[in-house]
């Protein structure tokens, strides 16, 4: 029952998250905007995978894949876009980070209404054995191969899917508007 409430929990906070935060991008073209983006995306995409794991391991070496493709698509955006002017808004982000807060706080209550036997579970996953986390416990040779066997490949799928999808995009823009991929 802990490991359904967490993942509902952190499922419904992430997309509270991400609800909130794609209006912020939504005019924006910066590429700045979209790199941060990508990389809280790439970030909620790490975590959810981590809790459908017993390892971290997975998780960090797709998370090290991801940000290295990020990483050459976020070049290949800055080569084409223009020296537009990276605007910050002290005001509206404070707002938005409260907003956030707020919903999450609101999330933990109602996940309490629901079973007021929460707070005893949250509080065994906070104060969790740190002697029980071990890695070698955990990672074995099989769950390597889980990564691209039947219930778990569409996620690896769809992330090499994700990745030469945005590769594609960013060269026919660049041939389009016939610009270099890469300035000298």
Do not use: W
Request: glycine share 2%; charged share 10%.
């Amino acid at each position: 029952m802990t490991m359904l409430y967490n993942y509902l929990l952190f499922s419904m906070m992430s997309l509270m998250i991400i609800s909130i935060s794609l209006p912020i991008f939504k005019n924006s073209s910066n590429p700045l905007y979209l790199g941060i983006h990508l990389f809280f995306l790439t970030i909620f995409m790490m975590i959810t995978m981590s809790m459908q794991y017993n390892s971290y391991f997975i998780s960090f070496i797709m998370f090290l894949i991801m940000i290295g493709g990020l990483l050459i698509m976020f070049l290949y955006f800055t080569a084409i876009s223009s020296n537009s002017i990276f605007i910050f808004d002290k005001n509206f982000y404070m707002s938005m980070i409260m907003k956030i807060m707020l919903l999450m706080i609101l999330m933990m209550m109602l996940m309490y209404k629901i079973d007021p036997n929460l707070t005893n579970e949250f509080q065994e996953i906070m104060f969790y054995n740190i002697n029980n986390f071990s890695i070698t416990e955990k990672l074995n040779s099989n769950m390597l191969t889980n990564l691209f066997n039947y219930p778990t490949m569409n996620m690896s799928i769809f992330m090499m899917m994700y990745l030469i999808f945005t590769l594609l995009t960013v060269v026919k823009i660049c041939i389009k508007i016939n610009v270099p991929i890469r300035l000298k």
